[in-house]
């Protein structure tokens, strides 16, 4: 008899208790890996099954061990069964979300067991790793399983030259202190997941809205003729809401999720939504599974009104957001903004830091970042540092210099926010120094002196979605540490400005408008291809139906004044993609109605209109005719 232990690690390393109130609105005290330690032994899965000595792994030390049970099972009889899920626990099948080392170590304890892992563990809600936060850590976390620590790979059949020692002396050689990946591909993420544990199986059901469960057997040869079927639905329809599970009932204790769901024979698919079996399908009927899989999809999705529309011109229209990239003269930007900050009244010693950020170390980045042909392999400090540098200067400088001079500062953020470096430490930090400049942009909006602040502050803006992490922060409701609501700042900024007296001001403000809508159609149209006709995936929803009112009328309005052609193509645009898969279609028809967009748009189509360019009168027709229909 041997005691079961639970070695639990944080991927987060801390960050994930520290941040997740911020980004996602509840405490998470740490995104889980997890790994089982049974005589004298750690095993774990992530690039394949792995082992070492405990605590010897590429993890380190875990952060606490939990005792799972006694186990009688000999260690020999633990190495067969260990052999029957190396074909199952490999790289290619690993998934960040759903089929991971957790997976793996609940597999372990029910087996050895006949229990599963704690449930603040089995059941991490995947959405966090669908915030900002879990979107910069991802390439991370991803990164960590690549590696293989010690370079050593084993096929499976030597195993018994490292594991089979019976002497603590052979324990404690150099060869078993090593990590040793047993199973090694290439690929790390699948959108299938491979289930062969009941309370998994359960866990997987209640988690998703819809789930098709293929059974199996490594003898069934009539299952490899369906599963490129099943391969290719997968991958066209899998979802943050729609599982594809494969269940070999001749591996692990398959054959116990079969019995549970009355399977008998193979292939078998079993089709659930909202946790409940809705229906079954034995046999290769390759036709049929297809139609039952799509009526699944289309049951648990139904069909947005607008999904049927052809909409050639909306739907052709690029997503990509509208970014402005273009390098000013820095010794003109430099001598501009040092000139501000002497004539403010900081003390001398807040001047000269002030200056030096700007002139020493913002500036020779930018230009080594972003000058053409450049590497961009500048010495910098550790980024974080840097950034928490240039975070505090610019706070100090933002309040000190009068809004009118603040725009130099902020087309310099500008182009920073264009840096990956950069905005990636922008998303996971709850101290960033952008929305406090857009809120003193906001603040003297009705200043004609402040027209260079509101024209780069709505370019800083339009320049964050080209970090779709940062551009879903921008459009959260959350408040960072000083209390800045991102998403009302930003929203002030775009209304007020689309009425602006200044046409390359309005221009911006129209550019900030498409990339919001862009924003917000770009997961939908995805859902939508996939035959989910327009459900939201859970990363980027922003739905709050009062906020959607509020654009939709600025940019009405917008249309309505707008005379510059340019900024009402971007206008139009944005109104057609807010419309398009709108979750609120009902109210918002009412309030289209209420508007008259219809004769706005028309009357934009008249001889004395403005709408002349060919491409842009067939969209407002297009709209007119099938949208607002």
């Not at 509840?26 to 070492?52: A, D, N």
């Not at 930003?490 to 689309?498: F, M, N, P």
């Not at 911006?508 to 291809?529: E, G, I």
């Not at 008249?606 to 099938?626: A, F, M, P, S, Y």
């Amino acid at each position: 008899m041997a005691l079961v232990q639970l070695y639990v690690y944080d991927l987060s390393r801390g960050m994930a208790a520290q941040l997740s109130q911020q980004f996602i609105g509840r405490y998470i005290e740490g995104i889980w890996h997890t790994s089982i330690v049974f005589h004298g032994k750690e095993y774990w899965y992530g690039q394949g099954i792995g082992f070492s000595a405990p605590g010897q792994s590429y993890m380190g030390q875990p952060l606490r061990k939990v005792d799972l049970g006694i186990s009688d099972i000999d260690e020999e009889t633990f190495r067969d069964y260990l052999d029957e899920l190396r074909t199952i626990y490999t790289a290619d099948k690993y998934h960040l979300l759903e089929f991971n080392c957790n997976s793996f170590t609940n597999d372990l304890a029910g087996f050895l067991t006949g229990n599963s892992i704690p449930t603040y563990i089995k059941d991490l809600p995947s959405d966090f790793l669908s915030t900002p936060l879990g979107a910069a850590l991802r390439p991370t976390i991803d990164q960590m399983f690549r590696r293989s620590p010690n370079g050593n790979s084993l096929p499976w059949t030597e195993l018994p030259r490292t594991v089979q020692g019976r002497s603590e002396n052979t324990l404690a050689s150099s060869q078993t202190d090593q990590t040793v990946p047993l199973v090694s591909t290439s690929s790390l993420t699948s959108p299938i997941q491979i289930c062969n544990n009941p309370a998994s199986f359960q866990s997987l059901i209640q988690r998703h809205k819809a789930v098709v469960a293929f059974f199996t057997s490594q003898t069934c040869a009539p299952c490899k003729m369906v599963e490129p079927a099943f391969e290719e639905l997968a991958r066209s329809k899998a979802s943050p809401d729609i599982a594809f599970l494969k269940v070999d009932m001749s591996v692990g204790m398959g054959h116990l999720v079969g019995e549970q769901n009355k399977v008998r024979s193979t292939p078998t698919f079993l089709f659930f939504l909202n946790g409940g079996l809705r229906n079954e399908l034995r046999g290769i009927d390759v036709a049929e599974f297809r139609t039952q899989v799509n009526l699944l999809v289309y049951d648990a999705f139904p069909p947005h009104p607008h999904a049927k529309l052809g909409l050639r011109e909306l739907r052709s229209t690029s997503l990509k957001p509208i970014l402005f990239s273009q390098v000013p003269k820095y010794d003109a930007l430099s001598t501009k903004l040092l000139a501000t900050v002497d004539a403010s009244g900081i003390p001398a010693d807040q001047k000269r830091s002030g200056k030096a950020f700007i002139s020493e170390r913002m500036i020779p980045y930018l230009g080594a970042k972003l000058e053409k042909g450049s590497s961009g392999n500048i010495v910098q400090p550790n980024i974080s540092h840097n950034m928490a540098l240039w975070t505090k200067e610019t706070n100090n400088l933002s309040n000190a210099i009068s809004p009118a001079s603040l725009f130099p500062l902020v087309d310099l953020w500008r182009l920073a926010v264009l840096i990956p470096d950069v905005s990636t430490y922008l998303v996971t930090t709850s101290e960033s120094p952008l929305f406090g400049m857009l809120k003193i942009a906001l603040g003297s909006i009705s200043s004609p002196e402040s027209r260079n602040l509101s024209l780069t502050a709505l370019r800083l803006a339009c320049n964050l979605f080209a970090n779709p992490a940062l551009g879903r922060r921008m459009l959260q409701a959350t408040p960072y540490g000083d209390g800045i609501n991102p998403r009302e700042v930003v929203t002030g900024l775009l209304v007020s400005s689309l009425l602006s007296d200044t046409p390359t001001v309005r221009i911006a403000a129209a550019s900030l408008a498409f990339n919001v809508s862009a924003f917000l159609q770009a997961p939908l149209m995805d859902c939508l291809n996939k035959g989910m006709t327009g459900q939201l995936k859970k990363e980027d929803t922003v739905d709050d139906l009062d906020w959607e009112v509020e654009i939709l009328s600025a940019v009405v309005e917008a249309i309505g004044r707008e005379d510059n052609e340019d900024s009402l193509h971007r206008l139009i645009t944005c109104l057609g993609l807010l419309i398009h898969l709108s979750p609120h279609l009902e109210e918002v028809r009412s309030l289209l109605e209420v508007l008259q967009v219809k004769e706005t748009l028309q009357a934009k189509m008249n001889d004395q209109g403005t709408v002349k360019k060919e491409v842009v009168r067939k969209l407002v027709k297009e709209i007119v005719d099938e949208l607002l229909q």
